[in-house]
């Protein structure tokens, strides 16, 4: 376990979110139970946006690594390079929050039975959240999520709770749901509904209505893409682009399982 730590964190350098939302399950909002398979791993370098009424943020580029570090057990982190720009104000730039999570599945997909796990995340407070690159505190999401597939179908969702102590910011509940869809054996769709509450004081609720998908040339790199916006709450318009490889000792499934 130890050396699988070790060896994960090492990783990092070497193949090199905002408070408010940061990315969920590539290339969505909502996640999904599944872990990355024992002894595999999966690397992403991605980019996202959310442009809202008083201004654009963006990550970029961003990197993000998972491992399978036991059964039913992955390890997960994600690094963060953000630009911010305000409405009537400078852009500024520079290392975002790091966000660390353990995705746990303690209930395995049958026939009768969907799977189900639990993915606590902790955004440690490594941008400048003077200029709006961070949130200045440490902060946590507590979700559950389950999933069911059938053939070519696949849907997956559930929710939670977000645990924000900084200043001018707001616990708040979330959740989501998504249905996706593989077209042939290189094209995946899907579509979801997320919600979450107000994030921080004065803060209204918001309700996003997301598409995409990925383009898999083979199984070991996809193509990841989503572009959204809020149908209710807090006006935002939101986009994900991502490059995704997987491996291991043997040949990993051809998904992203984020």
């Not at 399978?68 to 390079?81: C, D, E, F, K, T």
Request: glycine share 14%; net charge negative.
């Amino acid at each position: 376990m130890i050396r699988l730590i070790r060896a994960c964190l090492l990783a990092l350098p070497l193949i090199l979110g905002t408070a408010s939302l940061a990315a969920a399950g590539p290339p969505f909002l909502t996640d999904d139970p599944e872990p990355v398979d024992y002894q595999h791993y999966e690397f992403y370098v991605f980019s996202t946006f959310d442009k809202a009424e008083d201004g654009t943020t963006v990550q970029g580029p961003a990197i993000e690594y998972n491992i399978g570090a036991l059964p039913n057990v992955q390890l997960h982190m994600v690094i963060p390079y953000m630009w911010n720009a305000q409405s009537g104000g400078p852009t500024v730039s520079g290392l975002g929050d790091t966000e660390l999570g353990v995705k746990f599945r303690f209930v395995r997909q049958t026939s009768s039975m969907p799977e189900i796990g639990i993915f606590p995340m902790v955004e440690s407070p490594t941008g400048d959240s003077a200029n709006g690159l961070g949130n200045g505190r440490s902060w946590y999401r507590l979700p559950l999520w389950i999933q069911k597939d059938s053939g070519p179908w696949t849907t997956y969702g559930g929710g939670g709770y977000a645990i924000n102590s900084a200043p001018g910011m707001k616990n708040y509940a979330f959740g989501g749901w998504l249905l996706q869809r593989e077209i042939g054996d290189h094209l995946t769709l899907g579509t979801e509904i997320f919600m979450n509450g107000p994030t921080a004081v004065g803060a209204e609720h918001a309700t996003y209505y997301n598409v995409g998908g990925y383009f898999k040339p083979n199984d070991r790199f996809n193509v990841l893409f989503s572009i959204g916006h809020t149908i209710s709450g807090e006006r935002h318009a939101i986009g994900y682009l991502g490059l995704y490889w997987t491996g291991g000792r043997e040949r990993a499934e051809l998904a992203p399982k984020s």
